[in-house]
């Protein structure tokens, strides 16, 4: 497949198993990250990676998260909650640390983090390494973010699954270019 061919194919991915991306795919995963656009070079965007025993930590931050949210959340729900990061053998949690910036604004900082975890999704891609950009309630639980010792300005911009590809993809929603584009002349 040509690059182009790869652009156009990539596609996220629910269920995904061991391997874990290797030391030398991550690397390739994180240099892709780092290309993305970056107004005045602020380089806000940071990135935790879990895999093994780790993600299992994780699951029990997940459900510490919950509880300190809604403390009557069943034990069913909470056993949920502590299983989602185990459904890849690698997960890595995309931020953003806002910083202040004359001419640069929230809303571009956090787009810049969203290139970074795009980046990411292709060099998995490229490397046959499948993956899913995920977030939910998770994402945005502020507590979680006190687990997670993140900076005062630090928001999460995604959960990213990887792993290898397993069972049949999903197929890609067709569309219409022209429901998306208008065109001057
Ligand atoms: C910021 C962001 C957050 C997302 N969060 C979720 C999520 O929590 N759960 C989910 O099923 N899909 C989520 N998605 C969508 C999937 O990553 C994926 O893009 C979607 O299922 C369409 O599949 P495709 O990427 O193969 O086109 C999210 C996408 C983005 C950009």
Do not use: C
């Not at 690698?90 to 806002?98: E, L, R």
């Not at 390494?129 to 005062?152: D, P, V």
């Amino acid at each position: 497949m040509n690059n182009l061919e790869l652009l156009l194919s990539r596609k996220s991915h629910n269920k995904l198993e061991a391997p874990a991306p290797s030391d030398e795919q991550l690397d390739i995963l994180f240099k892709a990250a780092l290309r993305a656009p970056d107004h005045a070079l602020l380089r806000p965007w940071r990135y935790r990676v879990y895999q093994g025993d780790a993600l299992l930590e994780l699951g029990d931050l997940f459900a510490q998260a919950m509880l300190n949210e809604s403390p009557d959340t069943s034990a069913d729900k909470l056993d949920k909650i502590k299983q989602k990061p185990l459904r890849a053998p690698m997960v890595i949690v995309a931020s953003v640390v806002i910083q202040e910036h004359p001419k640069v604004p929230e809303i571009e900082q956090i787009l810049s983090s969203g290139a970074s975890v795009q980046n990411i999704l292709m060099a998995a891609h490229f490397q046959n390494i499948g993956a899913m950009w995920r977030t939910g309630g998770m994402a945005f639980n502020s507590y979680l973010h006190q687990l997670l010792a993140m900076e005062k300005t630090e928001q999460i911009t995604g959960f990213i699954y990887l792993g290898q590809e397993v069972g049949e993809k999903r197929p890609a929603k067709p569309f219409e270019i022209e429901e998306f584009v208008t065109r001057f002349k």
